[in-house]
């Protein structure tokens, strides 16, 4: 089940999206995109929407963080 995105997670998701799209070059149209460019868009936002997902279920972790889980005691 897909959760709604705050606009904080689609804020994220369009960083994500804007970044891979310098790098390929905004003129170039997605349609025209190779392979390895568009996985780099999709891996982009999905990592972009993932962590947006952890930091609302968890806000305490960060990306920074080493480990996801904390240790059990």
Excluded: K, W
């Amino acid at each position: 089940m897909t959760q709604p995105l705050s606009h904080q997670a689609q804020r994220a998701c369009l960083q994500a999206l804007a970044s891979v799209a310098d790098r390929v070059g905004f003129d170039v149209p997605l349609a025209q995109y190779t392979q390895a460019q568009a996985t780099q868009v999709v891996e982009a936002v999905t990592c972009a929407y993932e962590a947006s997902i952890r930091q609302r279920s968890n806000p305490r972790v960060s990306d920074d963080a080493p480990f996801d889980d904390p240790i059990p005691f």
